[in-house]
């Protein structure tokens, strides 16, 4: 019905000139759509496609603007015939950028983060951060939301630049943070005094040491808020939250506010708290000095003769203290394997003779009573609690051999003993702190062990025997209970009613020397300064044979306090002995006694050699 007119040469050209200036075609398509008389000779490239009409996706291309201005532009702009005009559309004003510039992240962060401050009241609030439309707008994602640790840092970064004041309140609630993520809040916000971390997804106390373990970080934190998180919901349910409570608060010791609940202070009346910072402790010993071995309501003799006994027997042969013990006594033992700190600075675990070969695998293995590796495992709990004499000898027959040199130097050894209500009489209780040998490795290991002891009775131990009578003619046996070899009968004055041993890495008996009380670790060669220039006299001490054998007979508690005096007082160990003797073997009233009358004596000793005090007493 209708005709198309016959096109003018070259419109075709024009058509694809236009269409490839647009970008809607490409050179491998110009070959379609080429005429005769655009090629030298009148001839057509070859092409698979040989229909002149247009494509639909070509006519659909038709109706966008600007194709249609050029499409109709005639021969007499040749400017548009050739796109020149679309082209010069896209040239940006002089002085103006083409591509428009992406926001940097750390920009969009600072944004962020000054836009949440709150100056006056020293508070910055990055609550739900996945919220900020900012974020959003520029495809960034908060940690905890796909944003790691380096995000984090840099959040934390940005926000000790604020100005003019300090961050001292921060809230990071609703970001699910886990405890890798705060690594850094310590570095750059150390000031902090209230922490907010309420429903992240923080699930171990461990993760917490992120926050805690930096040494000098956040000692001014009062309250920290970690509800919502695995680790407070999950705690709740055990024994009420109180472990958790105990663990966080050790953690951070400045704690006033957990949870929101207050925590208990142990208050003295003084003066209103100071709004300064906490200083850094800087003492170095305790106010009130280390003292020597303590014993008190008790003949130190008897104190004396069964603890010779008892590591005699331990070291040579344990089945002897089947005596010892209260058949319905008490015995358990924990290995601690943890160096402590002072002995960690010390190097005594890495520099001592033999110390790398003991092992605590048949310690463990003998039924250790550390409570923090058992934990709630009750029946490991209960079969580690030896009941009854016989089996608290078993138990020590199974574990290593040990030597105890209790003829050597007595500062390795420490006691303290004093009466304690037991049962509806008196017992005593009795702790010694000392080394011993592990027999096989021959390192040393130090040990605490802390019995009860009562009087032993007349014929204390007794023994169930079956007698079959050979006149009975059933033959039913008959129950006696015999009197066996008791603990009286045996030289024991006290028997064992409760035995607790502890037994670990060696530490050194510089732990409990009389005098300052240190409260730093000092290394090995400082501890040798040390002891140097405070008591250099005391190592030149020496006694003849017949203060030997007067020291030697004497109970181990009143040899102490005898050697320490000689030691501060240079006199001789029968002098030292009426001193403590008239001072009721009170080493400080006896010291006290001796810097009282010390000018008098040496008057006397020189002016009357018949004073008891002369100078040849002196050593």
């Not at 984090?152 to 970064?157: D, G, L, M, S, T």
Request: glycine share 8%; proline share 6%; net charge positive.
């Amino acid at each position: 019905m209708f005709s198309s007119p016959t096109p003018a040469p070259g419109s075709r050209a024009i058509a694809t000139n236009a269409l490839r200036n647009a970008g809607l075609i490409g050179s491998d398509r110009d070959a379609t759509m080429r005429d005769a008389t655009d090629k030298p000779g009148g001839r057509k490239a070859s092409s698979k496609i040989r229909s002149h009409r247009p494509r639909v996706i070509d006519i659909k291309d038709l109706r966008t603007p600007r194709l249609k201005a050029a499409m109709q532009a005639g021969p007499s702009e040749p400017l548009s015939i050739r796109g020149a005009g679309m082209r010069s559309s896209r040239i940006a004003p002089l002085g103006t950028s083409r591509v428009r510039t992406k926001t940097k992240p750390v920009e969009v962060w600072r944004e962020v983060v000054r836009k949440r401050w709150n100056p006056e009241n020293q508070f910055l609030n990055l609550e739900s951060l996945i919220d900020e439309e900012v974020l959003k707008k520029n495809n960034l994602s908060p940690p905890g939301y796909g944003g790691g640790v380096k995000d984090a840092a840099v959040i934390f970064k940005l926000a000790k630049e604020l100005e003019p004041k300090v961050v001292r309140t921060l809230s990071l609630g609703n970001n699910k943070f886990q405890g890798i993520h705060l690594q850094l809040l310590s570095h750059y916000l150390p000031d902090v005094v209230n922490l907010s971390l309420q429903n992240n997804n923080i699930r171990t106390l461990k993760e917490l040491d992120y926050l805690a373990s930096r040494k000098g970080r956040l000692l001014n934190l009062k309250e920290l808020v970690l509800t919502g998180n695995p680790v407070q919901i999950n705690s709740v349910g055990q024994d009420g939250g109180e472990k958790y409570r105990r663990d966080v608060t050790s953690r951070f010791t400045s704690l006033e506010v957990l949870d929101q609940v207050a925590i208990a202070q142990i208050a003295f009346d003084g003066p209103g708290p100071s709004t300064a910072p906490a200083a850094k402790p800087t003492a170095s010993t305790f106010p009130v000095e280390m003292g020597p071995s303590f014993i008190t309501g008790v003949d130190g003799g008897i104190v004396s003769n069964f603890l010779v006994r008892f590591f005699n027997a331990m070291d040579t042969q344990r089945s002897l203290l089947l005596d010892a013990y209260d058949p319905n006594a008490t015995f358990s033992f924990s290995a601690n394997t943890t160096i402590a700190a002072r002995a960690r600075v010390q190097g005594f675990h890495s520099s001592m003779p033999n110390q790398k070969k003991l092992s605590w695998s048949d310690w463990l293995a003998g039924g250790s009573r550390n409570l923090q590796r058992v934990g709630n495992n009750f029946d490991r709990a209960l079969s580690s609690l030896h009941v009854g004499a016989e089996d608290a000898v078993k138990a020590l027959v199974a574990l290593p051999g040990t030597k105890h040199d209790i003829t050597g130097p007595p500062e390795r050894f420490c006691l303290d003993s004093f009466p304690v209500v037991l049962g509806h009489g008196m017992g005593l209780l009795l702790t010694v702190h000392g080394q011993f040998t592990e027999v096989g490795a021959e390192g040393i290991r130090s040990f605490d062990r802390s019995f009860v002891l009562m009087p032993a009775p007349e014929g204390s131990r007794y023994v169930l025997a079956l007698y079959h009578s050979r006149d009975d003619v059933a033959h039913l046996p008959l129950c006696f209970l015999l009197p066996a070899s008791s603990a009286k009968l045996n030289g024991w004055d006290v028997v064992i009613v409760s035995d607790q041993w502890t037994v670990r890495v060696y530490s050194s008996h510089e732990a409990w020397k009389p005098g300052p009380l240190l409260v730093q670790a000092l290394s090995r060669r400082e501890q040798q300064a040390q002891n140097v220039t405070s008591a250099p006299a005391l190592q030149q001490l020496t006694f003849d044979q017949q203060s030997q054998a007067a020291l030697a007979a004497m109970p181990e508690p009143q040899r102490n306090l005898v050697i320490q005096v000689c030691q501060q007082t240079r006199l001789n160990v029968r002098f030292a002995v009426d001193c403590l003797t008239g001072n009721g073997w009170d080493l400080n009233r006896a010291i006290t006694n001796f810097e009282q009358v010390k000018v008098c004596v040496l008057v006397f000793a020189f002016e009357d050699e018949s004073h008891p005090f002369f100078i040849d007493d002196f050593v």
